[in-house]
């Protein structure tokens, strides 16, 4: 398989995404962050091990005083022009914890793509001046597109997808996923767990992109609970038949409650409606948990949510110790300060620094 950086635009544009995902490893680690495809099992639980050490270290002032020495030479864009707050902060606490200075894009209406230069030639533009670009954008494969011309520039520099189009969140399925295993590390890991996803998964990115990420753990069952119109797409029903994961799709919200040992709730994402309003039509008033749901549910399972909700999650359920929707927000912080980390070769300082205390 070639690399990412050896790699033909279009062969590579033309690969399915377990094919671009293989072709995103770099000497066993991460350079570009593109997919949710591109990441195994045991990079999963590295990935996580290093987060848990962070969190470690940064409990006290000299921790956290080592931890901004790591990357304090490094400058990173955070190139977000589709709106974001959790993302956004989460990537910007991240860069501060490791020294890195930041700048930031957040309107292109103050960039000079108002005056008319592609987006292309603005990343290629970070590129000059900062050493990491995170992007966050609506448009589908933009991302990829301008990590394979930075991978063929004179000066490569790596990109983090933090959401494109309604394809990829990979760093959110990272933080999904750390979530599960600091949930579960007490009761056998992720292997052999259920899985509810709920509300709207047609368009849902966060729920693509876990759902394919969760495919590494054995005998994980999936089961997709929305209204027709929100039901996940064959694309991922075929993903998961091809690599085969159990799953099902369900009408029935309240009836998978007591199966789940983790739901994982959505808001519906009407920012997609291709006429606006259109969502509307729908029914989702089945799909939300409130605090009857409670008994129902087991006593070690949780309660996940990418955030923002609307509604989805009653406010009653807030003080339950497996409302974990909070605690996940925050995991983004320390899962992506790894990444970073992990980008830049500074994973293993960071390990010796925790095992020398």
Request: some cysteine; hydrophobic content about 40%.
């Amino acid at each position: 398989m070639q690399t990412f950086d050896r790699i033909e635009w279009e062969v590579f544009r033309n690969l399915d995404l377990d094919g671009k995902g293989r072709c995103l490893t770099r000497e066993g680690r991460p350079f570009h962050v593109l997919l949710a495809q591109q990441f195994s099992r045991a990079e999963l639980e590295e990935l996580g091990a290093l987060a848990t050490s962070i969190r470690r270290i940064a409990k006290d002032r000299t921790g956290m005083a080592f931890l901004r020495e790591r990357l304090s030479d490094k400058r990173a864009m955070l190139y977000f022009t589709q709106p974001s707050t959790r993302t956004f902060l989460s990537f910007c606490a991240a860069c501060q914890i490791l020294g890195i200075q930041i700048g930031e894009v957040r309107d292109t209406a103050t960039s000079s793509e108002f005056k008319g230069e592609t987006k292309e030639d603005s990343v290629r533009t970070f590129s000059s001046y900062f050493d990491l670009i995170v992007m966050r954008s609506q448009e589908s494969g933009l991302a990829e597109r301008m990590a394979w011309v930075l991978s063929h520039a004179d000066r490569p520099v790596p990109i983090i997808n933090a959401g494109s189009g309604r394809d990829q969140h990979p760093t959110q399925a990272l933080l999904d996923i750390y979530t599960l295993q600091r949930s579960f590390e007490h009761q056998g890991g992720i292997d052999g767990k259920t899985i509810v996803f709920v509300g709207d998964l047609l368009r849902g990115r966060t729920v693509r992109s876990l759902s394919s990420v969760l495919t590494n753990y054995e005998g994980v069952r999936q089961i997709f609970a929305a209204p027709e119109a929100f039901q996940v797409s064959d694309d991922i029903t075929a993903m998961l038949e091809a690599r085969g994961a159990e799953f099902e799709k369900t009408a029935s919200f309240e009836k998978v409650i007591p199966l789940a040992d983790a739901i994982y709730m959505t808001r519906v994402q009407d920012e997609w409606d291709a006429v606006k309003g259109e969502s509307s039509g729908v029914d989702v008033s089945a799909y939300c948990f409130t605090a009857a749901h409670l008994d129902a549910l087991k006593p070690n399972a949780i309660i996940m949510h990418p955030l923002p909700r609307r509604g989805e999650i009653s406010v009653e359920v807030d003080g339950d110790p497996r409302a974990m929707y909070w605690r996940q927000m925050r995991n983004g912080m320390w899962i992506r300060t790894a990444l970073i980390a992990q980008i830049f070769e500074r994973d293993g300082e960071i390990r010796d620094y925790e095992k020398s205390g």
